[in-house]
């Protein structure tokens, strides 16, 4: 490629937010310009947000749609683009947009516009059709009117995975990469074989995407013991649970190495993935999922094709004591050397760096 391209990645949430949506933009930002020749912007509402080529931008805007639809971006959009109106430095020949939030997609066909620029939509998650948003048919409806719109405006659009892409608008007709979301294999860390048997240490990072305390009434029966690191800590008031509260990466990361097994919960629709997973195969423990619906289907199974120590269990105390019993008289088996890898975020940035070669060169 000849040219140099300028590239604004807008970004509701970076660093040092720690939520999922901010370490994968975060990523994106520190490591693209690495291995990708490019002049580099990043826009993001989080006003603790530094550095150079970092610019955050207030969400100060109004919708009346707001009442209707929770999503930050909604507000967000007026104060975008009158800072990219008032920002004369700053001219992309691609923007890339990460959600969620999703609603400031809209600024699409303002930002094409303006600067004859090429567009690339980042779903992370499912917007419209998404049973984790406990939306009503108004609302999916209002909300896939939307999301077909962003899409049909947008020129490629990425998500995590492939139960994703079926249920996104337009997903197949446009450019497109599935770009999960990784682990960050930048940041070091030391693990060694788990111990299974008769007291284990379970670990769970990040959200909790339904009541605990199935697993906590089967634990209370046991020897084991549960150790959660995240923001929704209220919901493990438990002798046998303890709270580390949100704690930066890296933490999080030593404390899985320290685990035994590695648990997930999921809602068991076959979209749903989770990063936590990736970090679970990584340091190679067990994994314990826990699922509200459908067991071995899904994203989720589709990504531990392959890898030992998985076990799974619809989420009620005899299903999961039967579980953990059998975990206890496991015979281990050590992951095949380098299985991880492709779920590496530096595999994943490949993807990202391939789609925006596809874009800038398309006629």
Request: net charge positive.
């Amino acid at each position: 490629m000849d040219k140099k391209l300028n590239i604004v990645l807008i970004a509701y949430f970076f660093e040092p937010d720690r939520r999922v949506g901010a370490l994968r933009a975060s990523y994106w930002f520190r490591n693209l310009p690495i291995h990708f020749d490019c002049d580099l912007h990043l826009i993001t509402a989080n006003k603790d947000a530094k550095g150079e080529n970092v610019y955050c931008v207030p969400p100060l805007g109004s919708s009346m749609l707001s009442k209707f639809i929770k999503d930050p971006g909604l507000l967000w959009v007026d104060s975008l683009k009158s800072f990219f109106s008032t920002n004369n430095t700053i001219k992309p020949d691609i923007v890339i947009i990460t959600g969620g939030p999703f609603m400031h997609f809209g600024i699409t066909p303002w930002l094409k516009q303006k600067y004859s620029c090429r567009v690339i939509l980042d779903y992370r998650d499912p917007f419209a059709i998404n049973p984790g948003f406990s939306n009503n048919v108004l609302q999916v409806y209002v909300k896939r009117y939307f999301e077909s719109k962003f899409n049909k405006n947008a020129d490629a659009l990425i998500t995590v995975n492939e139960h994703c892409a079926q249920i996104l608008a337009h997903f197949k007709t446009k450019k497109n990469a599935i770009i999960q979301n990784g682990f960050d294999e930048t940041v070091e860390v030391h693990f060694e074989k788990p111990k299974l048997g008769a007291k284990m240490r379970l670990v769970y990072t990040g959200k909790l995407y339904f009541d605990p305390i199935q697993l906590l009434t089967a634990l209370n029966t046991t020897t084991h013991f549960l150790e959660y690191y995240g923001a929704d800590g209220a919901q493990l008031k438990h002798e046998k649970a303890k709270d580390f509260g949100l704690v930066p990466y890296e933490s999080a990361l030593s404390a899985i190495a320290a685990g035994d097994i590695g648990v997930i919960q999921t809602y068991g629709e076959d979209f749903q993935s989770t990063t936590k997973l990736f970090d679970y195969i990584r340091l190679e423990r067990p994994i314990l999922i826990i699922s509200a619906n459908h067991v071995r289907r899904g994203s989720i199974h589709d990504e531990l094709q392959g890898y030992p120590n998985v076990f799974w269990c619809k989420n009620d105390i005899h299903c999961i004591l039967e579980q953990l019993e059998i975990i206890e008289k496991h015979n281990y088996e050590k992951p095949a050397p380098n299985f991880s890898m492709k779920f590496s975020r530096r595999r994943q940035l490949e993807k990202l760096i391939s789609l925006i070669q596809d874009v800038s060169t398309s006629q």
